[in-house]
């Protein structure tokens, strides 16, 4: 796990071993009538408060983010193949982007909708394209943008717990596997397989987007009606995920004594 984060994630690492340290060579007293579990109690709700309102504000931010990014993406006029294909599926609020690439997404926090590349429309064919459309929707309906803006805001501000990374990754193949069988259900399996070979890898995607890709192993095991493969969290992300949490919630009950004894000196 510490080189999977070294990897990937060094100013988190390099953050979360300089509170280690802070915290070894730490110690303040404790401020005169608390116990020492009022301290732990009192630093927990702070950690709770503060990571809520972390959290909050970078998803405010990301979801202003991705609404600039959709802004300026290029407009394309429906082709007769999109027309048709909103028409069979039934699948209102089509946007058309410019765009050769074949690309399509939900987007949108509070107003989720549909995007897709004309060269989606104008190069995939009818039954596929179909599916594709009734896959996004289905994430529109269950407000997936806005979830998984959220989950990754918070594995973001949470850096010192891996299991929210995991978490925010468990929860986008979660999905996945869910607008796929909206799409089977309508389709059949056979349809939604075509349409993913023909989507995979493709890119196209701002901060709030759910696309269809990613989760691929599971989505193909489901495809086929094999057992989806089993996802649990790794015994290091556990043990340094309940290590970050100690190390934090201790370093702020050190800050609060400190600034305690400061104020009553």
Not at 153 to 177: G, K, M, T
Not at 243 to 262: D, F, H, K
């Amino acid at each position: 796990m510490i080189v999977y984060l070294w990897r990937h994630n060094r100013i988190g690492l390099a953050v979360l071993a300089g509170l280690v340290g802070v915290r070894v060579v730490w110690h303040p007293n404790v401020p005169a009538g608390m116990t020492m579990a009022q301290c732990w109690l009192v630093s927990i709700a702070v950690v709770s408060g503060a990571s809520l309102l972390a959290v909050a504000v970078r998803a405010a931010w990301l979801g202003v983010a991705a609404a600039r990014t959709l802004a300026v993406l290029p407009r394309a006029a429906e082709p007769a193949s999109l027309k048709g294909a909103i028409r069979r599926s039934g699948v209102p609020g089509v946007v058309c982007l410019a765009g050769a690439d074949p690309a399509a997404f939900c987007a949108g926090a509070l107003r989720p909708r549909l995007y897709l590349t004309a060269g989606a429309a104008e190069t995939i064919p009818a039954e596929e394209l179909d599916a594709i459309l009734v896959h996004e929707a289905a994430h529109a309906r269950r407000r997936d943008p806005l979830r998984r803006l959220v989950l990754r805001a918070a594995a973001d501000v949470l850096f010192y717990l891996p299991l929210a990374r995991w978490w925010f990754r468990r929860q986008s193949e979660r999905a996945e596997l869910s607008a796929d069988r909206a799409a089977i259900d309508r389709l059949g399996a056979k349809a939604v397989a075509r349409a993913l070979t023909h989507m995979d890898g493709a890119g196209l995607t701002p901060a709030t987007a759910t696309a269809f890709d990613g989760a691929t192993e599971a989505r193909v095991a489901q495809l086929l009606g094999d057992d989806l493969p089993i996802r649990k969290p790794s015994r290091a992300g556990v043990i340094f995920s309940l290590t970050g949490l100690v190390v934090v919630v201790s370093l702020v009950m050190c800050v609060g004594q400190a600034t305690w004894g400061a104020l009553t000196a």
